[in-house]
């Protein structure tokens, strides 16, 4: 095997050219081998949960300010401002120092930022330390951290059978007790 890199021979005008280490013998015959061109191989990123979901992620940034209505499959993730209305199949979330105003309908909502509106999760809605929600929610699960503040009505853990019969109201008091 020759190596290259070799300085050229004095009084040579091609520099660019490699020269072997190893002077070639001419009694030996060469052998030409075909150069096959490499294709790189892109790595592939580990799978997240999203991707494993086939959704797409949205991602609204700290410095941008939207008013209307978001709808879709995809998950979308709130930095910055939003007015309007939420509707999405996906995962909601809503960053530290972002503010929504919005009615937001979505399988799970994570707030760490501002929320003013009323929230339907099918499955969970996470208010984070430092997260602030004014606004009715309802959810199958419902995660509070120390620290988050709240004004508003909750409903949670109900089946929607359960649900559906007290369509909005208060579930009715025991008359147990009281004056006849």
Request: proline share 8%.
């Amino acid at each position: 095997m020759a190596l290259w890199n070799q300085p050229a021979p004095e009084g040579s005008n091609d520099k660019a050219q490699p020269q072997p280490s190893q002077p070639i013998s001419s009694a030996a015959p060469v052998a030409s081998t075909p150069v096959t061109p490499v294709t790189p191989v892109t790595p592939i990123a580990p799978p997240k949960e999203t991707v494993a979901r086939d959704r797409r992620n949205s991602v609204f940034g700290p410095g941008v300010t939207i008013e209307g209505k978001i709808e879709g499959d995809a998950d979308v993730h709130i930095a910055g401002k939003f007015k309007g209305d939420i509707h999405i199949k996906g995962d909601f979330s809503v960053d530290k120092g972002a503010h929504v105003a919005a009615k937001i309908d979505a399988a799970n909502v994570t707030i760490g930022g501002e929320v003013d509106g009323n929230i339907v999760a099918s499955a969970q809605v996470k208010l984070l330390e430092g997260g602030q929600l004014i606004g009715d929610v309802k959810a199958a699960t419902l995660t509070v951290a120390a620290g988050s503040r709240m004004r508003g009505n909750v409903e949670f853990g109900w089946s929607p059978t359960e649900a559906s019969k007290f369509n909005g109201q208060a579930q009715p008091k025991d008359k147990v007790g009281a004056a006849g």
